[in-house]
């Protein structure tokens, strides 16, 4: 969204997490598009604070090393941001055209967000008149000045030309809905839930339109922290327990008294949080509608990022919210081919490929938009 194109390109989306970078190239074919490749490697330990890249340097040569093992060549890339300082707001402006609001966005910005304009990337996108109004909406998001660079940054030490930063919760709602084969979530609301190292996201989509996000600050870490309290081991020890926690049992069936279930017991009281916190985005957003509407019902919650991995966490989460809880899978009712890559891999790293994966389609979408004008 933050940015521009820069004549055709061999395109990879690229999400730099915390936790891990992963990387996405899809390619238009006579019959639609096609996975033809993607990676996962870990980020390194600190490299990546409140969103923004520290060692730039280090994540562009393990961008690199990752690429080239996994055979993969472009020259274009599309990254993304996320996490508590990224604002993405729908307000109203009075109604101008896209050159005035341009040259005054930073201005009108101000009047919603209390963020520093100097400091910060402003961009924006016309949603469309308010109806009987001199009003329009507008889709504005606001991110800090180093969360932006530093990415583009590691793009371009990478050896790839930056084309476009977007927005996490749009490139999973473009990979996971606007890309679905079927006509499923165009008629309901959901929540797409992304779980990451550092924060989750709740992204509420009704009828196929972002509707509301909200960033939680209780994720993956927390988790591997709380268990690296309890037992003193490693950060990257804990995370294999972590994800081991569930290996025997799954989440919904952990017995809390059960002496082998000591992880569980730490990671319990801050999992409770964290879904307390999304039954109150739920609230909020039904709150917009009046009492018994049919928009402001959530049918169903879903669940991307690392710790979506846990098993049995879709059912624990869904007896919690008494709401239908599934984990992603992007690929299981998608218009996208992916018969060229390996089914354990897909199964493995499926919940964490949902922001590459709607990177990767950005640039597609807007070919297919060029071709048809």
Same mark, same amino acid.
């Given at each position: @969204?933050?940015?521009?194109?820069?004549?055709?390109?061999?395109? $990879?989306?690229?999400?730099?997490?915390?936790?891990?970078?992963?990387?996405?190239? #899809?390619?238009?074919?006579?019959?639609?598009?096609?996975?033809?490749?993607?990676?996962?490697?870990?980020?390194?330990?600190?490299?990546?604070?409140?969103?923004?890249?520290?060692?730039?340097?280090?994540?562009? !040569?393990?961008?690199?090393?990752?690429?080239?093992?996994?055979?993969?060549? +472009?020259?274009? *890339?599309?990254?993304?941001?996320? =996490?508590?300082?990224?604002?993405?707001?729908?307000?109203?402006?009075?109604? @101008?055209?896209?050159?005035?609001?341009?040259?005054?966005?930073?201005?009108? +910005?101000?009047?919603?967000?209390?963020?520093?304009?100097?400091?910060?990337?402003?961009?924006?996108?016309?949603?469309?008149?308010? /109806?009987?109004?001199?009003?329009?909406?507008?889709?504005?998001?606001?991110?800090?000045?180093?969360?932006?660079?530093?990415?583009?940054?590691?793009?371009?030490?990478? =050896?790839?030309?930056?084309?476009?930063?977007?927005?996490?919760?749009?490139?999973?709602?473009?990979?996971? &809905?606007?890309?679905? !084969?079927?006509?499923?979530?165009?008629?309901?609301?959901?929540?797409?839930?992304?779980?990451? !190292?550092?924060?989750?996201?709740?992204? &509420?989509?009704?009828?196929?339109?972002?509707?509301?996000?909200?960033?939680?600050?209780?994720?993956?870490?927390?988790?591997?922290? *709380? $268990?690296?309290?309890?037992?003193?081991?490693?950060?990257?020890?804990?995370?294999?327990?972590?994800?081991?926690?569930?290996?025997?049992?799954?989440?919904?069936?952990?017995?809390?008294?059960?002496?082998?279930?000591?992880?569980?017991?730490?990671?319990?009281?801050?999992?409770?949080?964290?879904?307390?916190?999304?039954?109150?985005?739920?609230?909020?957003?039904?709150?917009?509608?009046?009492? =018994?509407?049919?928009?402001?019902?959530?049918?169903?919650?879903?669940?991307?990022?690392?710790?979506?991995?846990?098993?049995? #966490?879709?059912?624990?989460?869904?007896?919690?919210?008494?709401?239908? $809880?599934?984990?992603?899978?992007?690929?299981?009712?998608?218009?996208?081919?992916?018969?060229?890559? /390996?089914?354990?891999?897909?199964?493995?790293?499926?919940?964490?490929?949902?922001?590459?994966?709607?990177?990767?389609?950005?640039?597609?979408?807007?070919?297919?938009?060029?071709? $048809?004008?």
């Amino acid at each position: @969204m933050l940015g521009s194109l820069f004549g055709k390109e061999t395109v $990879v989306g690229i999400d730099i997490g915390s936790s891990c970078i992963k990387a996405v190239q #899809i390619e238009p074919t006579a019959h639609g598009w096609e996975l033809v490749n993607a990676a996962v490697m870990p980020t390194r330990p600190e490299a990546i604070k409140e969103g923004v890249i520290f060692n730039v340097a280090d994540v562009a !040569a393990d961008i690199k090393t990752m690429l080239k093992n996994a055979g993969i060549k +472009a020259n274009g *890339a599309i990254c993304a941001i996320s =996490g508590p300082q990224v604002i993405v707001r729908q307000v109203q402006f009075p109604k @101008m055209s896209e050159a005035i609001l341009r040259k005054s966005v930073k201005y009108e +910005a101000s009047k919603h967000i209390s963020s520093s304009m100097e400091d910060s990337v402003v961009e924006f996108q016309i949603l469309g008149d308010v /109806p009987d109004s001199n009003m329009m909406n507008v889709m504005l998001v606001a991110a800090p000045r180093d969360v932006v660079f530093s990415r583009v940054s590691a793009l371009e030490a990478a =050896g790839l030309e930056p084309l476009v930063v977007d927005v996490e919760a749009f490139s999973i709602i473009r990979s996971f &809905i606007e890309f679905n !084969a079927t006509d499923e979530y165009l008629d309901s609301t959901v929540a797409l839930i992304d779980m990451g !190292a550092s924060h989750t996201d709740v992204n &509420i989509v009704s009828c196929g339109e972002f509707a509301l996000t909200r960033n939680i600050p209780i994720a993956g870490n927390s988790f591997t922290n *709380a $268990v690296k309290s309890l037992t003193g081991s490693l950060f990257e020890e804990a995370e294999i327990m972590k994800l081991q926690m569930t290996a025997n049992q799954s989440l919904d069936e952990i017995d809390i008294e059960d002496p082998n279930s000591r992880c569980w017991r730490v990671v319990q009281p801050l999992l409770d949080e964290l879904i307390r916190e999304i039954r109150r985005s739920v609230n909020y957003y039904q709150s917009q509608f009046p009492e =018994g509407s049919s928009d402001s019902h959530v049918s169903k919650v879903i669940l991307t990022g690392g710790s979506a991995r846990m098993r049995g #966490i879709d059912t624990y989460m869904s007896n919690k919210l008494t709401i239908k $809880v599934e984990i992603a899978d992007i690929f299981k009712q998608s218009a996208i081919n992916v018969e060229r890559i /390996p089914k354990e891999f897909l199964s493995e790293h499926g919940p964490i490929l949902a922001v590459g994966t709607g990177l990767a389609l950005k640039e597609l979408m807007v070919e297919s938009k060029r071709k $048809v004008a």
